[in-house]
């Protein structure tokens, strides 16, 4: 196996960290081999899966109790059932993708036969590449990321522009193969699956899938922007360890102008991050965009506190570079890194913000 902490020695150090000891809870007691990840516990959970879309729901509001209560006792004294919770959220995920309401645009898109009118991604999953990766957070690395093709925004600067434009094809890969690779990086080392791309929200029916499959005790990093619906929060619960979210902006205005978002973009931040915090662990990423320190950084930072609490986990990043149609845009701001002046002032407002668990620069 590969020594991955020769590389990175604060990734070993980070599990020994007690302020994320007592923020990761979950998450650290899986890779500590006390715990099971969520998707593991689903599998433990009897269900039915007759029925229609609101029977279905139904069953999932029953099932999702049962799970709880599951997660609170030592779930290593059960056995995986069938049919499971994990193949109900399956199911319904792949009723949903026929009229598709997995993000806040709810496009109707009937994805068993044409692609996503936003996103435009059809039914089976188109993957860019996947492999162990050392670049993320220390408690997350080595991590293994899946890059999905696809996104529900349009980012001027999206530096991974190529997958979620679908520059490239990508490769289709079936659930049963995707699993075992995810099972292959468990026993190379991988912390976590870390499902991005993109964005992972398309290709939630895929991803419950493919969970469904994978036999190792691998937790969840479900590594997002955040624009997913009311139905693709609920099929989280109980899957997604921890719940990343990019909260980009502090406004609607900002987030419609540079990401196409749509327009109560505070609105879905909102809920969404506040479910998260309460079914997982969540991670927040903040990219500091140059120029948009007052109307976005401030809000986000005061935003986070009084919607998931000081103690969420935070990486505010400094890694912004005009990529994508930044360079030739229409926002003079966004054609420059940031200066020393707004890092230095952005380090100025995370101190004042009174967060207690972040990552700067």
């Known amino acids: 196996m590969v020594n991955w902490f020769a590389i990175r020695p604060d990734c070993r150090k980070a599990l020994k960290d007690p302020v994320l000891r007592s923020y990761y809870k979950h998450y650290f007691s899986i890779l500590e081999g006390k715990g099971l990840p969520y998707h593991m516990i689903a599998r433990m959970v009897q269900v039915e899966l007759r029925g229609d879309l609101d029977t279905l729901w139904e069953e999932h ?11 609170e006792r030592n779930p290593r004294e059960f056995k995986p059932v069938e049919p499971n919770f994990l193949q109900l959220k399956a199911e319904i995920a792949e009723r949903i993708l026929r009229g598709c309401r997995f993000c806040e645009w709810r496009c109707g898109t009937d994805r068993t036969r044409e692609p996503g009118r936003v996103c435009r991604a059809g039914k089976d999953i188109a993957v860019s590449t996947a492999f162990i990766h050392l670049g993320e957070e220390p ?129 879905i931040m909102e809920r969404n991050l506040k479910h998260a915090r309460r079914v997982s662990e969540p991670l927040i990423r903040v990219l500091v965009l140059p120029g948009h ?68 620069g």
């Open 139 to 267: 408690e997350i690395s080595p991590s293994y990321t899946v890059f999905t093709l696809g996104c529900n925004l349009a980012c001027i600067h999206c530096q991974n522009w190529e997958i979620s434009t679908w520059a490239e094809k990508g490769l289709i890969i079936s659930p049963s193969a995707l699993a075992k690779s995810i099972d292959r990086a468990w026993g190379m080392g991988a912390r976590n699956a870390n499902l991005v791309g993109g964005e992972p929200t398309i290709w939630l029916h895929a991803w419950l899938r493919t969970f469904s499959v994978v036999r190792e005790p691998i937790p969840v990093f479900w590594n997002s922007n955040g624009i997913y619906s009311r139905e693709a929060m609920r099929l989280l619960e109980g899957f997604a360890d921890i719940i990343k979210i990019d909260f980009k902006y502090g406004n609607d205005r900002c987030a419609m102008r540079i990401s196409r978002a749509p327009r109560n973009y505070m609105e």
């Open 61 to 71: 509001g029953r099932a999702l109790g049962e799970f709880w209560d599951l997660v």
């Open 293 to 360: 320190l007052e109307c976005c950084l401030r809000n986000i930072l005061k935003s986070i506190v009084d919607w998931t609490g000081r103690d969420t986990r935070v990486n505010v990043m400094f890694q912004y570079y005009p990529a994508h149609r930044a360079p030739e845009g229409p926002y003079p701001e966004l054609k420059r890194r940031l200066s020393w002046e707004e890092m230095e002032e952005a380090r100025k407002m995370v101190l004042e913000s009174g967060l207690q668990n972040v990552l700067i």
